[in-house]
């Protein structure tokens, strides 16, 4: 069976363009989780939906969207890059259990 | 402020040493799990602990769940290059209609032949 999959792998963009990233959860599963890590620290919640709702949201400005599809796979927006956004964008599928939750491989992000 | 503090930060040893990392925390959780994370690679789960005083083995790989559910280790007996990596606590936090996932910074573990 298929894991999560999230694309693009990696993506370089400049200061105040946007940017989408996509992912597939794992066949089964309706919630999916959004990531930030930064080098050198732990991963910090973006945004959780579940059933196409926005489930809850972490600490990161409005520049930062998301929505998620009919077929559950999610997509995440940001808007007027900054250099700061340069990270792994990390999602993660949840099962019957909150937390049992699988991460994909990431989409590297570096705003230049 | 971390919720979750992880330590060490770093640690390097010789293959065939045992180790053990903590994560602590002034919060409960109600439950914690624990990733490993290779560069350029997402968190893979390695176990997640329920219940206060939970002992879970994985092979060579033994997790605890402190009685209070603010505490846990990872220890490791006799370690191989293989189990080199980033090892991430996180805890489950319950926020309005979601529960998410508060990690601590993370372990980095290299193993040496």
């Known amino acids: 069976d298929a894991g999560v999959t999230q694309s693009p792998t990696h993506l370089i963009k400049t200061r105040g363009q946007h940017v989408t990233l996509r992912c597939s959860p794992i066949?089964?599963?309706?919630?999916v989780s959004w990531y930030q890590q930064v080098l050198g620290q732990g991963p910090q919640f973006i945004f959780q939906?579940?059933?196409?709702?926005?489930?809850g949201r972490g600490n990161f400005p409005d520049r930062f969207s998301a929505r998620q599809f009919p077929n559950y796979s999610s997509e995440l927006n940001v808007n007027a890059l900054l250099l700061g956004d340069s990270a792994l964008y990390l999602c993660?599928?949840?099962?019957?259990?909150?937390?049992?939750?699988?991460f994909g491989p990431g989409t590297r992000l570096t705003v230049t | 402020t971390q919720l979750l503090e992880q330590s060490p930060q770093f640690l390097s040893i010789q293959e065939g040493e045992n180790l053990t990392v903590y994560c602590n925390s002034s919060?409960?959780?109600?439950?914690l799990q624990w990733y490993r994370q290779e560069p350029g690679e997402g968190p893979v789960l390695l176990v997640t602990?329920?219940?206060?005083?939970e002992v879970k083995k994985l092979k060579r790989l033994t997790f605890q769940f402190g009685d209070a559910r603010k505490d846990s280790s990872l220890h490791i007996t006799a370690a191989q290059p293989g189990d080199t990596g980033l090892y991430l606590c996180?805890?489950?936090?319950?926020?309005?209609?979601?529960?998410?996932?508060?990690f601590g910074k993370g372990t980095k573990l290299t193993v040496n032949p």
């Open positions: 993660a599928s949840m099962g019957k259990s909150s937390y049992e939750q699988y």
């Open positions: 066949s089964g599963h309706k919630s």
């Open positions: 939906y579940y059933e196409k709702e926005e489930r």
């Open positions: 919060s409960v959780f109600s439950s």
């Open positions: 602990v329920v219940t206060g005083g």
């Open positions: 996180a805890g489950t936090k319950a926020q309005g209609g979601s529960e998410k996932l508060v």
